[in-house]
């Protein structure tokens, strides 16, 4: 099992920026995909920004333009720098980490192995 620790989360007003990091020991960052994922209520669970082991990025409609995934393997660091953020933002945001790397699975669920507690993102208008 690999523990993965989120940070950043907290209350912003519409058309700020957050930034979410996510940390873990034990995970070799370099070579598989990860994720953020966010489950607002009333919805399901889906991916906001994805990244392959190689740094290919892929991000969902929603936040392509405004978000950005980013990792530091030496600091074992995923990061997520959110800007304009909107109330439709606001969720539980997820770290998530695979023991594979495949661009085409980023955004599916079943494709993680590991998932942090999560960071709480509240966007007021």
């Known amino acids: 099992q690999v523990p993965l620790l989120e940070a950043g989360g907290g209350s912003v007003q519409a058309g700020g920026s957050l930034m979410l990091s996510c940390g873990a020991s034990g995970y070799t960052y370099a070579r598989y995909g990860m994720g953020w994922f966010r489950h607002a209520p009333r919805k399901e669970r889906e991916g906001g920004a994805m990244?392959?082991?190689?740094?290919?990025?892929m991000y969902a409609d929603s936040v392509k333009g405004r978000f950005t995934i980013s990792k530091d393997n030496a600091k074992m660091t995923l990061y997520l720098q959110m800007n304009s953020l909107k109330p439709e933002d606001t969720a539980m945001y997820y770290c998530?980490?695979?023991?594979?790397?495949?661009?085409?699975?980023?955004?599916?669920?079943?494709?993680?192995?590991?998932w942090g507690q999560g960071t709480q993102v509240t966007v007021s208008s």
């Open positions: 998530a980490a695979a023991l594979r790397s495949c661009y085409s699975d980023l955004s599916s669920k079943r494709y993680y192995n590991y």
């Open positions: 990244i392959e082991g190689y740094g290919r990025a």
